[in-house]
């Protein structure tokens, strides 16, 4: 299962990065997707990173967010610049082999992690 790490606390405007962890599987042939959601929200999808690298945004995010993998390591790196008031959320890592690698459908991953909190303060 994905376990996430290095939530916190970041003024509005900063910078702040989050990892993912998945330890028992096959990394290489796994997509990895974020998830957030703030309280009162529903859960959105924020990206997704496939097998070649690849990397898929939401609108809400582009420009702004970037996503790397690192194979060796197993683990994924979420980078979170120019973060924002409404950034604030739970972030959830998601891991499978979908028939599509995409943030749009949190219905295809089996595998989630416990999540980690990222506040952003004006």
């Known amino acids: 299962y994905p376990v996430e790490s290095g939530g916190g606390s970041v003024q509005a405007g900063g910078t702040m990065t989050v990892s993912c962890k998945v330890d028992?599987?096959?990394?290489?042939?796994?997509?990895l997707a974020w998830f957030r959601q703030a309280p009162g929200k529903a859960r959105e999808g924020v990206l997704a990173?496939?097998?070649?690298?690849?990397?898929k945004y939401a609108d809400s995010v582009k420009d702004r967010f970037t996503l790397s993998r690192d194979n060796g390591g197993k683990t994924a790196y979420l980078q979170m610049n120019s973060l924002k008031s409404e950034d604030t959320a739970m972030y959830y890592c998601?891991?499978?082999?979908?028939?599509?690698?995409?943030?749009?459908?949190?219905?295809?991953?089996?595998?989630w992690g416990q999540g980690t909190q990222v506040s952003v303060s004006q």
């Open positions: 998601a891991a499978d082999r979908p028939f599509s690698c995409t943030y749009r459908d949190a219905g295809q991953y089996s595998y």
């Open positions: 028992a599987w096959d990394f290489r042939s796994v997509c």
């Open positions: 990173i496939d097998t070649d690298g690849s990397v």
